[in-house]
């Protein structure tokens, strides 16, 4: 279950992407449009549920906090998006986190199988660098400042 941030503290961001440009770009954008959070970065989907899950080198909480939201790429080393999207979605402690689909893939077949594993949101990532950045910045205000949460 989500953990109610207290005035004051960050926002959690778990940014799942192996791609390190894209990476580079959601980190920047971020910072750039001061959406103030913690992001933690992982590029392949076994340790974002390593992270998850407090499993291995993420087992103590206090340095593996629980994300707030987490940005999923769906093509992913290791184990895909969507498989890590599924983990989530049956895991009683962590059904309720909101996840945002970021990826380059326009497939019907992708934007389909991502709801039907009951993802929040499905983003495509726009290919120029102002695009990308203007989804950032209106991605953070949206999650971070619009939208409510079950502690709103």
Same mark, same amino acid.
Do not use: C
């Given at each position: ?14 940014l ?10 959601v980190?920047?954008?971020? !910072?750039? #449009?001061?959406?103030?959070?913690? /992001?933690?970065?992982? $590029?392949?989907? =076994? ?28 093509r ?8 890590v999207?599924?983990e989530?979605?049956?895991s009683? !402690?962590? #059904?309720?986190?909101?996840?945002? /689909?970021?990826t380059? $893939?326009?497939? =019907? ?14 983003v ?6 102002e ?22």
């Open positions: 279950m989500p953990v109610k941030p207290m005035r004051g503290e960050p926002f959690t961001i778990l799942v992407e192996d791609n390190p440009a894209h990476a580079e770009l980190l920047r954008s971020f !910072e750039d #449009h001061r959406v103030a959070n913690k /992001i933690i970065h992982l $590029s392949d989907g =076994e340790s974002a549920l390593d992270y998850l899950f407090r499993r291995g080198p993420h087992a103590d909480p206090k340095q593996s906090p629980r994300p707030h939201v987490i940005l999923l790429d769906l992913l080393p290791r184990m895909d998006g969507l498989e999207l599924k989530i979605r049956t009683d !402690e962590l #059904h309720t986190l909101p996840v945002v /689909i970021l380059t $893939s326009e497939a =019907e077949r992708d934007v389909a199988k991502a709801y039907e594993q009951h993802t929040n949101s499905y495509v990532k726009p290919l120029d660098f695009g990308f950045t203007a989804l950032m910045e209106d991605l953070g205000f949206y999650w971070l400042g619009w939208n409510y949460y079950p502690w709103s």
